[in-house]
């Protein structure tokens, strides 16, 4: 089992900042790689982001390439989402996951969840 905990949201303003952090615990040699999605009101989850613990390599969705970025800390055992310029639509509960494959977009490849944390931008 992996357990995941995300931390950081909040309600930031339009042009605002924030970053999200997602500690992982558990058996995460199993998770090759991790994933940010997120989920807006009566909106399907949506891929943002997915990095590789091995050599950090990153994938973004279009949305917010140029205004997001993936990072990770292999020694805390921890994933981050900068995001910047946030827009009113970037407002949704953000998911933190983990997968067995690398840098993959569909959720389904995700096997482990945290709870989700809310980023609210307001104009």
Do not use: H
């Not at 950081?8 to 952090?21: D, N």
């Not at 992982?24 to 090759?32: C, E, I, K, L, M």
């Not at 997915?50 to 390599?57: E, F, K, N, T, Y």
């Amino acid at each position: 089992q992996v357990q995941l905990v995300e931390s950081g949201g909040g309600l930031v303003q339009a042009g605002g900042s924030l970053r999200l952090s997602c500690a992982a615990s558990g058996r995460t040699f199993s998770s090759v790689g991790m994933g940010w999605f997120r989920q807006a009101p009566g909106k399907e989850r949506e891929f943002v982001a997915a990095i590789r613990w091995l050599d950090g390599s990153t994938r973004y969705a279009d949305s917010v390439k140029g205004r997001f970025t993936i990072s990770r800390d292999i020694a805390k055992n921890t994933v981050y989402l900068q995001m910047n310029s946030l827009k009113p639509e970037d407002t949704a509960v953000y998911y933190c996951a983990a997968s067995p494959a690398a840098v993959v977009v569909l959720a389904s490849l995700y096997n482990y969840w945290g709870q989700g944390t809310q980023v609210t931008v307001s104009l």
